[in-house]
């Protein structure tokens, strides 16, 4: 049974920086997603266990997912950080996703229970 376990949120100013961890990552394909206040959940970083990695044009060049194998740990490295930023972040696994739609959520069926992170302007 796959168990995902999310640490590393919390309150930083705007330009600043976090490190979430995910605990237990061990299946193929790796996603963070962020839920904000009245939004939808949107994925964010994506990897897979050949290193492969895509993000949303979001975040871009500010956050850098990695994966510590055989440690079965999902890390996600939030750079210049901004208000909008601002969410619950999940990991989620997957044992396939579409391969031109890596961030879409439909097919992570294990999930953590989410870590908050909150930048301030």
């Known amino acids: 049974q796959v168990h995902l376990v999310e640490s590393g949120g919390g309150s930083v100013q705007a330009g600043g920086s976090l490190k979430l961890s995910c605990a237990g990552a061990?299946?193929?394909?790796l996603t963070w997603f962020r839920q904000a206040p009245g939004k939808e959940r949107e994925g964010v970083a994506s990897?897979?266990?050949?290193?492969?990695?895509i993000y949303a044009d979001s975040v871009k060049g500010r956050f850098t997912v990695s994966l510590d194998d055989p440690g079965n740990t999902l890390y996600l490295q939030m750079d210049n950080l901004k208000p909008e930023d601002t969410a619950v972040y999940y990991c989620?696994?997957?044992?396939?996703?579409?391969?031109?739609?890596?961030?879409?959520?439909?097919?992570?069926?294990?999930w953590g229970q989410g870590t908050q992170v909150t930048v301030s302007s």
């Open positions: 990897i897979d266990n050949r290193g492969r990695t």
């Open positions: 061990s299946p193929q394909y």
């Open positions: 989620a696994a997957a044992y396939w996703v579409p391969p031109d739609r890596p961030l879409t959520q439909d097919n992570y069926v294990f």
